[in-house]
Structures are given as structure tokens and as C-alpha cells.
């Protein structure tokens, strides 16, 4: 069971949509709770979308993110002589 303290506004709409379907509030709230986490459960993360663009285009080097320790020393190595 749970109870939720919503806006007066909102619940109009939700009372509303209600009388509109001739159903009850609770089913109301209901489906769009099924679609807010079907929506979620389906939605892309920020780095989903960008992945293959990461790291890419600022040196062209596809391997920067990975490399990046061994290639600061080979850079120490060759400025010292080593």
C-alpha cells in the first residue's frame, strides 16, 4: 500500500482523466506509472548514445582513453632521452 500527497492541480487531472474514462484514480496513477518505468527501462544513458563518439576526433586516435599512461611516458622517455 502506498499513500502520495500530490499538488491540488494534479490531482484534478488525475480526477478528471478519471470521470473521462470511467475508471477509478488508482488505475489512473497506475498506467502511468507502467509507462513512466517502461519509458526508463527503454531510454538510452548519455553515454549509451555517445559511445562510439568518445575519444574519437580530438587527437584521432581511437585509443586515447586506454593508452593514455603509456603514452605520457613514452612522451617523459623521448623529452629525457631514456
Given at each position: 500500500?502506498?499513500?502520495v ?31 513512466y ?46
Amino acid at each position: 500500500m502506498l499513500t502520495v500527497r500530490l499538488p491540488e492541480e494534479m490531482e484534478r487531472k488525475i480526477d478528471k482523466e478519471a470521470r473521462y474514462r470511467r475508471s477509478t484514480k488508482t488505475e489512473v496513477v497506475k498506467e502511468a506509472l507502467e509507462l513512466y518505468f517502461s519509458r526508463k527501462e527503454n531510454q538510452a544513458t548519455p553515454f549509451e548514445l555517445g559511445a562510439e563518439l568518445f575519444g574519437r576526433f580530438g587527437s584521432g586516435r581511437e585509443d586515447s582513453s586506454t593508452r593514455y599512461k603509456e603514452r605520457l611516458k613514452e612522451k617523459i622517455a623521448g623529452k629525457t632521452g631514456r
